[in-house]
Nanobody
Protein backbone atom coordinates (compact mmCIF):
# COMPACT_ATOMS: atom_id res chain seq x y z
CA UNK A 1 0.00 0.00 0.00
CA UNK A 2 1.25 3.47 -0.88
CA UNK A 3 0.34 6.43 1.31
CA UNK A 4 0.80 10.04 0.24
CA UNK A 5 0.58 12.99 2.62
CA UNK A 6 0.59 16.60 1.41
CA UNK A 7 1.67 19.57 3.49
CA UNK A 8 2.65 23.19 3.06
CA UNK A 9 -0.68 24.73 2.15
CA UNK A 10 -2.03 27.85 3.79
CA UNK A 11 -3.20 31.41 3.32
CA UNK A 12 -1.06 33.75 1.24
CA UNK A 13 -1.54 37.11 -0.42
CA UNK A 14 -1.60 37.47 -4.18
CA UNK A 15 1.93 37.56 -5.56
CA UNK A 16 3.24 35.41 -2.73
CA UNK A 17 4.76 31.94 -2.76
CA UNK A 18 4.16 28.56 -1.19
CA UNK A 19 6.03 25.28 -1.33
CA UNK A 20 3.93 22.16 -1.13
CA UNK A 21 5.40 18.82 -0.12
CA UNK A 22 4.14 15.31 -0.70
CA UNK A 23 5.67 12.58 1.42
CA UNK A 24 5.25 9.01 0.27
CA UNK A 25 5.62 5.69 1.96
CA UNK A 26 6.54 2.41 0.40
CA UNK A 27 9.47 1.24 -1.63
CA UNK A 28 7.74 1.86 -4.95
CA UNK A 29 7.43 5.62 -4.53
CA UNK A 30 10.63 6.40 -6.39
CA UNK A 31 9.87 4.12 -9.35
CA UNK A 32 6.85 6.02 -10.69
CA UNK A 33 6.02 9.44 -12.06
CA UNK A 34 4.26 11.80 -9.68
CA UNK A 35 1.75 14.55 -10.29
CA UNK A 36 0.14 17.53 -8.62
CA UNK A 37 -3.52 18.36 -9.18
CA UNK A 38 -5.95 20.86 -7.71
CA UNK A 39 -9.66 21.15 -7.18
CA UNK A 40 -11.55 24.35 -6.50
CA UNK A 41 -15.07 24.34 -5.02
CA UNK A 42 -17.63 23.36 -7.64
CA UNK A 43 -14.99 22.52 -10.21
CA UNK A 44 -13.42 19.33 -11.49
CA UNK A 45 -9.99 18.22 -10.39
CA UNK A 46 -7.40 19.56 -12.80
CA UNK A 47 -3.79 18.82 -13.61
CA UNK A 48 -1.01 21.19 -12.62
CA UNK A 49 2.35 19.46 -12.99
CA UNK A 50 3.98 16.06 -13.25
CA UNK A 51 7.50 14.67 -13.02
CA UNK A 52 9.15 11.50 -14.28
CA UNK A 53 10.31 8.84 -11.86
CA UNK A 54 13.93 9.92 -12.23
CA UNK A 55 13.07 13.59 -12.05
CA UNK A 56 14.62 14.35 -15.44
CA UNK A 57 11.39 15.25 -17.22
CA UNK A 58 8.53 17.51 -16.17
CA UNK A 59 5.24 18.58 -17.67
CA UNK A 60 3.11 21.53 -16.58
CA UNK A 61 -0.29 22.95 -17.34
CA UNK A 62 -0.61 26.26 -19.10
CA UNK A 63 -1.65 27.94 -15.85
CA UNK A 64 1.34 26.51 -13.98
CA UNK A 65 3.95 27.12 -16.67
CA UNK A 66 6.45 29.74 -15.55
CA UNK A 67 5.03 30.01 -12.01
CA UNK A 68 4.98 26.48 -10.55
CA UNK A 69 7.93 24.10 -10.43
CA UNK A 70 7.71 20.41 -9.60
CA UNK A 71 10.69 18.51 -8.23
CA UNK A 72 11.38 15.34 -6.28
CA UNK A 73 13.87 13.78 -3.91
CA UNK A 74 13.61 10.02 -4.27
CA UNK A 75 16.08 9.38 -1.48
CA UNK A 76 13.63 11.07 0.90
CA UNK A 77 10.42 9.96 -0.86
CA UNK A 78 9.26 13.54 -1.31
CA UNK A 79 7.79 15.50 -4.20
CA UNK A 80 7.57 19.29 -4.13
CA UNK A 81 5.53 21.93 -5.86
CA UNK A 82 7.06 25.39 -5.64
CA UNK A 83 4.38 27.96 -6.41
CA UNK A 84 5.33 31.55 -7.12
CA UNK A 85 3.34 34.63 -8.10
CA UNK A 86 0.18 33.11 -6.70
CA UNK A 87 -3.18 34.47 -7.84
CA UNK A 88 -6.63 34.30 -6.22
CA UNK A 89 -7.69 31.85 -8.94
CA UNK A 90 -5.05 29.42 -7.64
CA UNK A 91 -7.20 28.91 -4.54
CA UNK A 92 -8.00 25.20 -4.31
CA UNK A 93 -7.23 21.95 -2.54
CA UNK A 94 -3.98 20.59 -3.96
CA UNK A 95 -3.40 16.85 -4.28
CA UNK A 96 -0.38 14.78 -5.14
CA UNK A 97 -0.73 11.45 -6.89
CA UNK A 98 1.39 8.52 -8.01
CA UNK A 99 1.43 7.37 -11.59
CA UNK A 100 0.22 3.85 -12.37
CA UNK A 101 2.97 3.06 -14.84
CA UNK A 102 6.64 3.84 -15.18
CA UNK A 103 6.15 6.09 -18.18
CA UNK A 104 6.35 9.74 -19.09
CA UNK A 105 4.66 12.29 -16.84
CA UNK A 106 1.08 12.89 -17.94
CA UNK A 107 -1.88 15.14 -17.25
CA UNK A 108 -4.35 12.24 -17.50
CA UNK A 109 -6.02 11.72 -14.10
CA UNK A 110 -6.78 8.09 -14.95
CA UNK A 111 -3.05 7.43 -15.18
CA UNK A 112 -2.69 7.95 -11.41
CA UNK A 113 -3.65 5.36 -8.84
CA UNK A 114 -2.75 6.61 -5.37
CA UNK A 115 -3.81 10.04 -4.08
CA UNK A 116 -3.13 12.07 -0.98
CA UNK A 117 -5.80 13.71 1.16
CA UNK A 118 -5.02 17.19 -0.14
CA UNK A 119 -3.82 20.47 1.32
CA UNK A 120 -5.73 23.75 1.13
CA UNK A 121 -4.19 26.74 -0.62
CA UNK A 122 -5.98 30.06 -0.28
CA UNK A 123 -4.77 33.16 -2.09
CA UNK A 124 -6.24 36.48 -1.02
CA UNK A 125 -6.44 39.50 -3.29
Amino acid sequence: QVQLVESGGGLVQAGGSLRLSCSGSGRTFSNYPMGWFRQAPGKEREFEAAISWRGDSTYSSASAEGRFTISRDNAKNVVFLQMNDLKPEDTAVYYCARGRWRGNPTSNLAAYDYWGQGTQVTVSS
